[in-house]
T-cell receptor, first 111, second 114 residues
């Protein structure tokens, strides 16, 4: 699986949009971009995934650049409960493929 | 309703005393994974079952074993826990009907080795 690069930490004001970048310059054509987050002392939680088109769900939006070498996860109105470590993972779509977690970005939402 | 259940949430064992962690799922997914997460580190895959087929990661110590008696349950056995095995153990399931596969994690079991 391709590797990803994320900033180790970010701050965001409560109610503002949180934009979390991820670089995956060596992504292959069959690899999806997944985002998970892990709130302290809990298991990772799936947020969103995409291949090449932008995606939106009830939790977040995922913007993938046209060359697919980077992406941005957007939490439109961050709350204190969004404080967590956010992992960007690229992975081929085969069941049984592991998720290779990198360092992630520790997002701190502040009042 | 919980989809991936791990018991217990906290487990204390003694150095060298075998311990078993359990995971169950209500999703009927055919893949079950075990990850190890040490303090301040990212989760690391130990092994997974694709149906009944066991797949071990190359660097998973022999001290770690797993059993999957049926679709719903999977166990992690640590034969002789060492102090370095203290960690959060995460179970995940995947391979359901939706494409592409998404993994869903349980809350984890935090293991303490005394």
């Amino acid at each position: 699986d391709a590797k990803t690069t994320q900033p180790p930490s970010m701050d965001c004001a409560e109610g503002r949009a949180a934009n979390l970048p991820c670089n995956h310059s060596t992504i292959s054509g069959n690899e999806y971009v997944y985002w998970y987050r892990q709130i302290h002392s809990q298991g990772p939680q799936y947020i969103i995934h995409g291949l090449k088109n932008n995606e939106t769900n009830e939790m977040a939006s995922l913007i993938i650049t046209e060359d697919r070498k980077s992406s941005t996860l957007i939490l439109p109105h961050a709350t204190l409960r969004d404080t967590a470590v956010y992992y960007c993972i690229v992975r081929a779509n085969n069941a049984g493929n592991m998720l290779t977690f990198g360092g992630g970005t520790r997002l701190m939402v502040k009042p | 309703d919980a989809m991936v259940i791990q018991n217990p949430r906290y487990q204390v064992t003694q150095f060298g005393k075998p311990v078993t962690l359990s995971c169950s799922q209500t999703l009927n997914h055919n893949v079950m994974y075990w990850y190890q997460q040490k303090s301040s580190q990212a989760p690391k895959l130990l092994f997974h079952y694709y149906d009944k087929d066991f797949n071990n990661e190359a660097d998973t110590p022999d001290n770690f074993q797993s059993r999957r008696p049926n679709t719903s349950f999977c166990f992690l056995d640590i034969r002789s826990p060492g102090l370095g095995d203290a960690a959060m153990y995460l179970c995940a399931v995947g391979g359901g009907a939706y494409f592409p596969e998404t993994q869903y994690f349980g809350p984890g079991t935090r293991l303490l080795v005394l």
